[in-house]
């Protein structure tokens, strides 16, 4: 690694951590900043004018940068491509002004912390002479895909047609497998190009950290070790569903939307162990009402009961009359606090759209899932809960791109009854000892973590 850091003496190491601003990219990142600040690391949390009201955690501090909207983030901007150009912009030189800030006290930083999106912020810290550590969100095997597109070794469009591709350390992807936009380079255009911008730079990162952990993607991670050499830290998730070794960390601390967890804990108190499934598909998933329709008929033809997220927007696409059938069998909520609901007894099942968060909370927690991806890492992600896990099964869409009610149907019931369900259950309660084993006392996860830490005390 690289010599940098302050030349000052510091007692307590100090990090900036720079998230992507959208829900799913703050929560792990901000888990982070927790277990540093936990190891005696001062940890200070930037993030946009927008998000910044919505980080409430303790023991980090807070501090705005500007993405160039700051009263409205990226629904502002609208396009991609116009709002990273100019969160660049805004962003370094507002992550520049805190650096300088802290520089006469203290308390000056030592390292930056940063959303692998966002590799502008790797130039910073080289402006300032520090540490620059890239923060990857999403899998291994996601990572190890885009990272054989990078080095050329893997050449778009990917094609897959009569046998599945395969690369070293993964398992072999289907043509269902693998992320549509890679399949179709020109469908996202900007999205894959921010996919691919995590690469740009990245040779000149002293860090790279991923979250996920060595038992579940050690093969994926060493397999591109050379192109990405990341030290597996994860899973980022609250420590009390975990090593319960932060105190009273019993959330990200961070929300865009207002759960309405009260509401959902009260309706689950009742409920027998294991009847209930819960339906999320994140913050971004917009399903079709055709969809919404297949959806609800297959949750009214089954005899267990159900918690389903539907945000505002989208709660109009339900079924007409669909709450009066489902009175006293289904709760119906605009947003919840996921971890709580996962953590509850009462829930025997997870639909999920298989984003990495939350197929890493589903883990943590001992969940068994039904996958239903939509588009990007959902695809190669629903694979690894079905074929390599086994904590689950996943939907097949019809020629149309539609899970029909009959399939939702069946997939639930092998995961909720019958010898398939038991085996999926054994293998969740195994994940999720294995995730506590990681991020405890000694574990993988814990020691890259430490070796991190102490080398920010050190400053070598």
């Given amino acids: 690694m690289e010599a940098a850091g302050n030349e000052k003496s510091m007692k307590i190491p100090h990090v900036i951590a720079v998230p992507y601003p959208s829900q ?68 370094s030189r507002t992550l520049s002004q805190i650096i300088e800030k802290y520089e ?61 591709l395969i690369l070293p350390g993964l398992q072999p992807l289907s043509d269902c497998d693998v992320p549509r936009f890679i399949r179709a380079p020109e469908s996202y255009p900007a999205y894959l190009a921010m996919k691919m911008s995590q690469f740009s730079n990245l040779e000149k990162a002293d860090y790279v950290f991923a979250n996920t952990f060595e038992e579940l993607e050690g093969q994926e991670a060493k397999s591109v070790s050379n192109i990405w050499p990341a030290k597996l ?72 009961y159900f918690l389903w997220v539907v945000r505002e927007t989208e ?25 709580e609901m996962l953590a509850h007894r009462a829930i025997g099942c997870f639909v999920t759209h298989c984003g990495w968060n939350s197929t890493i909370e589903g883990l943590c927690l001992g969940v068994p899932m039904v996958g239903m991806p939509q588009w990007s890492d959902q695809m ?25 009610r009959e399939e939702l149907l069946h997939c639930l019931k092998q995961v909720m009854e019958g010898e398939r369900g038991e085996e999926i259950k054994r293998n969740a309660r195994k994940w999720r000892e294995l995730a506590k084993e990681a991020i405890d006392e000694g574990g993988t996860s814990d020691k890259c973590i430490n070796d991190f830490v102490g080398k920010l005390k050190s400053g070598d």
């Avoid at 983030?73 to 969160?87: M, Q, R, V």
């Avoid at 601390?253 to 598909?281: D, M, R």
């Avoid at 190669?380 to 029909?404: L, Q, T």
Wanted: with cysteine.
């Fill in 24 to 91: 799913g990219h703050i929560n792990p990142l901000l888990q982070f900043a927790k277990r540093l600040a936990a190891k005696g690391v001062k940890a200070t949390f930037a993030t946009t004018f927008y998000t910044v009201k919505s980080i409430h955690a303790t023991n980090v501090v807070v501090e705005p940068i500007s993405d160039g909207f700051d009263d409205g983030g990226f629904a502002e901007a609208k396009k991609e491509d116009i709002y990273l150009n100019s969160f660049r912009e805004n962003g």
């Fill in 104 to 164: 006469k006290t203290d308390f000056p930083v030592n390292c930056i912390i940063y959303d692998s999106f966002l590799p502008w912020a790797l130039d910073v810290a080289k402006e300032h002479g520090i540490y620059g550590a890239s923060f990857f969100t999403n899998s291994a095997a996601v990572c190890a895909v885009f990272s054989h597109i990078h080095d050329g070794s893997l050449t778009l469009p990917v094609v897959i047609k009569d046998k599945p």
């Fill in 233 to 304: 830290i994860g899973p980022m998730v609250p420590s009390a569903y975990l090593d319960s070794r932060i105190e009273e960390d019993k959330s990200y601390g961070a929300s865009l939307w207002k759960p309405l967890s009260e509401n959902c804990v009260t309706w689950l108190k009742n409920k027998p162990n294991e009847s209930v499934i819960y339906i999320s598909f994140g913050s971004m998933v917009s399903l079709t009402s055709k969809q919404m329709e297949e959806m609800a008929s297959a949750l009214m033809c089954m005899n267990s």
């Fill in 315 to 339: 709660r109009n696409k339900l079924p007409a009359g669909f709450f009066d059938l489902t009175k006293g069998k289904g709760l119906v909520v605009s947003w919840c606090n996921q971890l």
């Fill in 380 to 404: 190669p992600d629903a694979k690894y809960i079905e074929d390599v896990w086994r904590v689950g099964v996943r939907v097949k869409e019809d020629e149309f791109g539609i899970v029909k």
